[in-house]
């Protein structure tokens, strides 16, 4: 079948009963501690789950620091830690890093995008919200389809490769494995939505990173590696056993790797639409703050730099130097390619090294960047299905507590399907490496029509329609003719090589664009209006009421133009809005310039309304009898220039890092040239730094900034405690 075989249960580390507990107990202290925050967010910082707008979108108002932390543990799957160890052991250094400048781009593009979204289509919940307003339903069903499809490979294939690492490990049953994966994220998912996946992001970045820093450190200082200098000293004493065929010299301490650039290459698609595609970052860009988007996104970007870098070449390198020493598990037997393929590297050098506790540790590391994959996935598939599937074609007049209900039935319905999935794929003989190359073919196509929907007024609907089919087409014709013209047979192990899924990633990525130009210049007048994406309101309970708008000065943030409410005088008016453009082009004359309206009250959603008292009733899903011309951005003129401003830092960014990742860093190291022992030490060196670094990113400072809230629910808790010790005393 291929290289990558699944189901390898190699040397037992840890056994059964204990991996049973850690699964079980670390799923059942997850759940707990969620609920418990959750209780404490209801009762003391006014925050409810129990509403649609709080569980899909936490009400809009997640700050700097926690959006940072929840990108950075939806963006931390297994692969940047446990695969990222096993590819640097075998291709060498060079994978560590093609992997890192694979994982920031995206998340780059994706804080442009999303602040762009911020601007045009303010009250959205998802993004295939966005594309039934734009395209229509057949539009919309395709873009279902599409993101469906990249949230059910992802987390299927992450759930069916921690399974199959326990296995590996404990000899844990893998269906049992996989049944218990997923288990606990459900039920703090289903009750706390999306601000529960923030919080647990949160401690599972903490926890992860604390474990990842460890890992790292004690591998390197341990007496049986000796430091950057003793390491660099094995590799190179056994280089002649080490010979990678494709590396300059065959040297594991080369950048200049043929199969390391192609899988960077290859892993850049992939992770692009694992992305873009994916509504959980979507989500998580409508949830935070106004001004939070951009700086979070790209704290996160910059901090998940160093985790595939520090901890695979420390791993990687150093499971390289010992396998063939007694203190290695497989020793006297070969470490063989099946175990290494199955990800069995990193597992095996922490019990060299570290011993039992260590592979404790990476168990729970396991744990973390599971789960954290799930829950945000599952809040994704949730929303999709209730938002974009049951309120749109099933129950139309559905009510926001109708909507909660079959969000949480949603997730629950998520976990059984893709543990379903997760099983047929293991039983089937599924390749992890295949479904890695086949991936990127069929969920790239939809990206750059997606981008285009709120970057390009003259994508039409049947180029947002035709353009990801026929892209899909091309990227899986170019991928199977390939493997027939270079291997002479279209097989798994043909169409699993390195080039011929690289040319049909490209096919997919970059042909729906040819695809969208040239069907769009079928209507050469087409000019979409961004105005209509503003028909697109909140969920009834958070459209605000005349008579109750806040007089406090507008906030950076929807919610915190509601969250007041309570405080205001019956008394307080509208005042007359000021002009607000919904492009960076602020000239009058533009098309995109939101005329203002005289005095006029607003409907729920904050858009103003001239004319008569009766106006319309809105519906979140379609469009209503109101002119464009009469609605009114829900942002005052200060925040959308904040907006711009944001948009314009984003784009900055991104090209920064695209110019900086693939270009200026890796390829003036792409030539004939084997690391030296100090260029090595300060090479991995700067990657240990890197985790310290992203540890204060996503770590410490979300402590920082969310100080007030932490202040506050811990006073509420502290008061309660002492009135319920109090009454206990008084009995």
């Known amino acids: ?138 539009g919309h069903v395709v873009f279902i389809i599409l993101n469906l499809t990249n949230n059910v490979f992802g987390c299927a294939s992450m759930i069916l490769t921690g399974s199959q690492l326990i296995f590996g490990i404990s000899g844990m049953h893998f269906v049992a494995a996989t049944v218990l994966i997923p288990l606990g994220v459900v039920l703090y998912t289903a009750v706390g939505g999306l601000k529960a996946t923030f919080l647990t992001d949160y401690l599972h970045t903490t926890v992860a990173l604390v474990l990842i820093i460890y890992f790292t450190l004690s591998i390197l200082t341990h007496e049986a590696v000796g430091g950057l200098g003793g390491l660099y000293d094995k590799v190179m004493a056994t280089a002649a056993e080490n010979y990678i065929p494709g590396n300059f010299e065959g040297s594991l301490l080369t950048m200049k790797s043929k199969d390391a650039i192609i899988w960077g290459l290859i892993l850049k698609f992939g992770n692009l639409a694992l992305v873009v595609m994916d509504t959980a970052f979507w989500q998580k860009s409508f949830a935070s703050e106004v001004s939070a988007t951009v700086p979070g996104y790209n704290l996160a970007a910059i901090a998940i730099f160093g985790i595939p870098w520090g901890l695979g070449t420390v791993i990687g390198l150093t499971a390289r130097a010992i396998h063939n020493t007694p203190i290695f598990p497989s020793y006297p037997g070969p470490f063989t390619t099946a175990e290494v393929n199955a990800g069995l590297v990193m597992p095996y050098t922490v019990k060299a090294l570290i011993g039992d506790q260590g592979i404790v540790a990476f168990f729970v590391l396991l744990f973390m960047a599971l789960t954290s994959t799930v829950s945000s996935s599952m809040i994704a598939v949730s929303s999709i299905l209730s938002f974009d599937v049951y309120k749109n074609y099933i129950n139309p007049k559905a009510s926001d507590k109708r909507l909660l209900k079959v969000s949480h039935l949603a997730v629950v319905a998520h ?168 492009s960076g082009d602020e000239t009058p004359a533009s098309r995109d310039v939101i005329e203002p309206s005289h005095a006029a009250p607003r409907d729920g959603s904050g858009i103003v309304v001239s004319g008569s008292e009766k106006s319309p009733h809105h519906s979140r899903n379609g469009t209503t009898a109101i002119p464009l011309d009469d609605i009114q951005h829900p942002f005052s003129a200060a925040t959308l220039q904040q907006l711009r401003r944001w948009y314009k830092i984003a784009w900055a960014v991104f090209v920064f890092v695209v110019l900086v990742t693939f270009v200026a860093w890796p390829m003036p190291l792409y030539r004939d040239y084997v690391f030296t022992k100090p260029f090595f030490s300060g090479w991995t060196s700067v990657a240990i730094a890197w985790q310290f670094l992203a540890f204060l990113a996503v770590a410490v400072y979300p402590l920082y900034d969310g100080r007030r809230e932490i202040a506050k629910g811990t006073r509420g808790v502290w008061k309660a405690a002492g009135a319920f010790l109090g009454r206990l005393r008084r009995r």
């Open 1 to 138: 079948m291929s290289s990558l075989a699944l189901g390898v249960h190699g040397v037992t580390l840890v056994p059964q009963e204990t991996g049973y507990g850690l699964l079980i107990g670390l799923g059942v202290a997850f759940c707990a501690i969620i609920l418990a925050a959750i209780k404490i967010q209801k009762a003391y910082l006014s925050e409810d789950s129990g509403t649609s707008e709080m569980f899909m979108v936490a009400n809009r108002s997640v700050g700097i620091g926690l959006t940072a932390s929840a990108v950075f543990s939806s963006w931390m799957w297994i692969n940047e830690t446990v695969f990222a160890a096993a590819m640097c052991y075998r291709f060498g250094l060079a994978v560590p890093l093609w992997w890192a400048t694979g994982l920031c781009f995206q998340i780059c593009l994706m804080a442009a995008l999303g602040v762009l979204a911020k601007i045009r289509v303010p009250y959205a919940h998802t993004s295939l919200e966005i594309i039934k307003m734009r395209y229509g339903k057949i």
């Open 415 to 582: 976990a059984i399907f893709i543990t379903g999935i997760s099983l047929a794929l293991n039983y089937g003989g599924a390749d992890m490496t295949w479904i890695g190359y086949f991936r990127p073919i069929i969920s790239c196509p939809g990206i750059i029509p997606l981008a285009l929907t709120i970057c390009w007024k003259g994508q039409t609907r049947l180029a947002a329609i035709l353009a990801p089919i026929l892209g899909f087409f091309t990227g899986l014709a170019i991928w199977l003719s390939t493997a027939k013209a270079l291997y002479g047979d279209i097989t798994l192990t043909t169409t699993e090589q390195g080039l011929p899924a690289l040319y049909g990633a490209c096919g997919s990525l970059f042909s729906p664009a040819l695809y969208s130009v040239l069907i769009s210049r079928f209507q050469p007048d087409y000019e979409f209006d961004w105005r209509e994406f503003l028909r697109i309101e909140l969920a009834p309970e958070f459209q605000t009421n005349p008579n109750e708008l806040s007089e406090s000065s507008e906030e950076s943030s929807i919610s915190d133009e509601k969250k007041d409410r309570s405080r205001v005088d019956d008394k307080d008016v509208v005042a007359s809005p000021e002009p607000a453009y919904l």
